[in-house]
């Protein structure tokens, strides 16, 4: 993980907004940025002991953490949640995006228009609504933007399409973010998240949208033959947003066991 030398200057004031740092992906970014320096504020939507869990590890590395019931597809919500941060904290420094939807596994000539437009609406609003709600604060601390993305925007997998059709268009929200918001010198990147042993993983075995055969497929799409951890999602996000990437902007680094290669 990484760890106070690796020296983040704009974690000394202000907080990390961690939308979705309840989740397993969440609560490793959380001590990730904690680690690093960083005050972390952190929303969840029905998993209150998920985000107690991960205030605990930011407390435990010695940081402030304050955890806030938002639900991310009302932008009010998210605004007033952004600003009393900064109130509280003194500024905002990062916006992290780790939230997301329970990903059905279908084929799209299975899938009901419903079910595609809430799942997609739920995400890439939600995202939005962050970003949106955290650019005023961000181009004060001349801050970052990381959001969790998938490497089936580059490499399809069947039956993946409620999760790389939302991510696609998250992707360009966060290129087009890096593309104008530069000039404040505000940076934005991505995370290509893959198939990972935490987070949703045990629901989407336990509901049978990831069955034994789905997983030694995807094993051997990998090029390093096997799956990874919340914690190889966090460290990259945690490089993301420190200052030793502060020439990277608009990339989306997939941490995906070479899935997309």
Known sequence: MTTNSDGASRYANGAALVAGGSGGIGQAICKVLAEAGANVA????RNREGAEIAAAAVRAAGQRAEITQVDLTDDAAVTDWSVRTADLFGGVHSAIYAAGPYLDM????????????DKLGSDVFGC???ISAALPHLR???GVVVAINTPAIRRYA???????????AIEQVVRGVAAEEGRFGVRANSVGCGVITDGMYDALIENG?????FLDNTKQLLALGRLGT?????????????????YIT?????VDGGFAL
């Open 42 to 45: 952190i929303t969840y939507n």
């Open 106 to 117: 279908r084929y799209i000539s299975q899938l009901e228009p419903k079910l595609f437009r």
């Open 128 to 130: 939005y609504h962050l």
């Open 140 to 142: 004060q601390s001349r």
């Open 158 to 168: 069947m039956k993946d399409i409620l999760s790389a059709a939302p991510k696609a």
């Open 209 to 213: 949208d990831f069955t034994e055969r």
């Open 230 to 246: 919340a914690v190889d999602i966090a460290n990259a996000v945690g490089f993301l947003a420190s200052d030793r990437a502060n």
């Open 250 to 254: 608009g990339q989306t680094l997939m």
